[in-house]
C-alpha cells in the first residue's frame, strides 16, 4: 500500500520536526506531558459531539483506536450529520473530508497525510492514520465540503 511505503521516509521527516522543536520549548521532546494539569482540552468519549464552527454540520467522534487518542497513530470514526439553527438533521454522505494535525504550541503538523474511508454506515468516516506523534497537546481540524456545503470541525486533545 502506497502509504505503508511512504512512511519510513516520512518518519525520517518528522525526526527532523522533532530536532527543531526541541530548540524552542528548551525540554526535550520525549518529556512525558502529564495531561491532568492541561485544561482546555477535549475529553474523549464515544460519541462525543461537538458543532461545526459555521454551525452547518454537526460531528460525533464514533470511536478512538487507541481510546483516548494516544501518541503515534490514531484511528478515529466520525459521523459527520447535517445541522441547521442549532437542530441535527441527516447524515451527511458523500463528503469530501480534509483532516489536519496541528501542534500549537509548537506551530507544526504531522508529517502523514490522514486517509479517509467512508463507512457503511451513513455520513460515517473512518480517519486514518491521524499520527500525532509527539507528547503535548494537538488539534485536529476536520473540514467536510458536501456540494455548497462546508464546516469545520477542531478536536483538541492531550496525548500523555
Ligand atoms: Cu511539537
Given at each position: 500500500?502506497?502509504?505503508?511505503?511512504?512512511?519510513?521516509?516520512?518518519?525520517?521527516?518528522?525526526?527532523?520536526?522533532?530536532?527543531?522543536?526541541?530548540?524552542?520549548?528548551?525540554?526535550?521532546?520525549?518529556?512525558?506531558?502529564?495531561?491532568?494539569?492541561?485544561?482546555?482540552?477535549?475529553?474523549?468519549?464515544?460519541?462525543?459531539?461537538?458543532?461545526?464552527?459555521?454551525?452547518?454540520?454537526?460531528?460525533?467522534?464514533?470511536?478512538a483506536t487507541p481510546?483516548?487518542p494516544a501518541?503515534g497513530d490514531n484511528s478515529w470514526?466520525?459521523?459527520?450529520?447535517?445541522?441547521?439553527?442549532?437542530?441535527?438533521?441527516?447524515?451527511?454522505?458523500?463528503?469530501?473530508?480534509?483532516?489536519?494535525?496541528?501542534?500549537?504550541?509548537?506551530?507544526?503538523?504531522?508529517?502523514?497525510?490522514?486517509?479517509?474511508?467512508?463507512?457503511?454506515?451513513?455520513?460515517?468516516?473512518?480517519l486514518e492514520p491521524v499520527n500525532l506523534?509527539?507528547?503535548?497537546?494537538?488539534?485536529?481540524?476536520?473540514?467536510?465540503?458536501?456540494?455548497?456545503?462546508?464546516?469545520?470541525?477542531?478536536?483538541?486533545?492531550?496525548?500523555?
Amino acid at each position: 500500500m502506497r502509504t505503508k511505503t511512504m512512511r519510513p521516509a516520512l518518519l525520517a521527516l518528522g525526526l527532523g520536526f522533532l530536532g527543531a522543536c526541541g530548540a524552542d520549548d528548551g525540554g526535550g521532546d520525549d518529556e512525558p506531558v502529564d495531561c491532568s494539569t492541561v485544561t482546555g482540552t477535549d475529553v474523549f468519549h464515544v460519541d462525543l459531539e461537538k458543532p461545526g464552527t459555521s454551525g452547518m454540520l454537526d460531528y460525533t467522534m464514533k470511536s478512538a483506536t487507541p481510546a483516548p487518542p494516544a501518541r503515534g497513530d490514531n484511528s478515529w470514526v466520525f459521523q459527520i450529520s447535517t445541522m441547521s439553527s442549532g437542530v441535527v438533521g441527516t447524515p451527511l454522505d458523500g463528503a469530501t473530508l480534509q483532516v489536519t494535525p496541528f501542534m500549537p504550541s509548537h506551530q507544526h503538523g504531522s508529517p502523514i497525510k490522514v486517509e479517509v474511508t467512508p463507512m457503511s454506515e451513513p455520513g460515517t468516516y473512518k480517519l486514518e492514520p491521524v499520527n500525532l506523534w509527539m507528547p503535548g497537546v494537538w488539534e485536529t481540524t476536520i473540514r467536510a465540503t458536501s456540494g455548497t456545503t462546508s464546516d469545520s470541525v477542531v478536536y483538541k486533545f492531550c496525548i500523555e
